[in-house]
């Protein structure tokens, strides 16, 4: 193989790698991470156990990888809303990466979910936690950045301002199906609505 | 045993019934009801299993028990909300009883935890899923009756307004710690502030 061309792929007729990832990630939301062995993913699959070590090393590495595509996501989202360098307010980058979060979210629902059930109870759900926790804190100091504009109320504490609006966020994995009434912009533009202007009728109306 | 008289406690020294249901709770919070036995209940508090077997009848049984406290607990606050005879508002139902769901959230946690995993593996959780969509409607019926009173916008599904807002609050159940720097007060009073008044600063300040 030369350089520069892609390495082969693992994989079988059936099923390529992103399939049985896909797979593993619906089954372990469904059943619980822990509850669920490669034996199960197997029958799942219609594979053998061996066929399944053909695809991946362990169920570890399945799960490590879920983590990472979700962690990408929002991490690459929450890099663009603490970039000033286009001049955009605090306020407009917090409203941007709230709406950004939510079409995460929908489009990487099953590894967003799987994430926001971690428990830290491996070294990878650890590595997972720690990268979690620092998105929340630069979520946090945007928060901050955008009350000391002004434009955000300061009564309340950022920190707990920011936990509250991405609690919300988050708690769309819960209930929240992109086949059902509400489309995703409809959904986007609702959240940044109510989180920014609350479920009052606005003064004027 | 004269009638009237309560019937003995099933129990043995060391722990209650009350107690092993709670650290069964907690254990199948840790690590996810599926993949928790009666062997790691019993582990977990020092007992054989035929000692477990003394307290409760099944790992289901504890399951139901914590499930019934839970959505108990959140019933009786909907049947408050709902009942017009005191004259309040929808609105100021509804606030009620979202500060009164945040206490409910924070004083039984560990049940509420479990009731918001359950997916509907069993029988048992079926129904409690059945009880849990009975209480979301009646919630949705009354942001609806707000919206009718002109109090609440319009311009977002009465239905959605329901589920993001109890969204949030469930949301708590993730991170908030009464031990933590915001005690249950600031916290539900926070919650209404930014759910009905949203986090921007008002027009007057």
Do not use: C
């Not at 089954?27 to 062995?37: E, M």
């Amino acid at each position: 193989m030369s350089a520069g061309q892609p390495p082969a792929r693992r994989g079988r007729p059936g099923y390529d790698q992103e399939t049985v990832l896909r797979r593993a990630v619906e089954l372990f939301n469904r059943q619980g991470y822990d509850a669920t062995s490669i034996g199960d993913l197997a029958r799942e699959l219609g594979l053998s156990k061996s066929a399944i070590y053909h695809h991946v090393d362990s169920k570890e590495q399945l799960l490590s990888a879920a983590l990472d595509e979700a962690l990408d996501a929002l991490t690459s989202a929450v890099d663009a809303a603490l970039d000033r360098s286009s001049g955009a307010t605090a306020d407009a980058r917090l409203q941007q990466v709230v709406q950004r979060s939510v079409r995460i979210l929908v489009e990487h629902r099953p590894a967003v979910t799987l994430l926001l059930r971690v428990h830290g109870n491996s070294e990878v759900e650890v590595a997972a936690l720690r990268r979690r926790r620092r998105l929340d804190e630069r979520l946090a100091g945007l928060v901050a950045e955008a009350a000391a504009e002004g434009a955000v109320r300061s009564d309340v504490a950022p920190e707990l301002i920011s936990r509250l609006l991405f609690g919300l966020v988050n708690s769309l994995v819960e209930w929240y199906r992109p086949e059902g009434p509400v489309d995703v912009d409809t959904l986007a533009r609702s959240i940044a609505v109510l989180a920014f202007d609350g479920l009052r009728v606005p003064p004027s109306g």
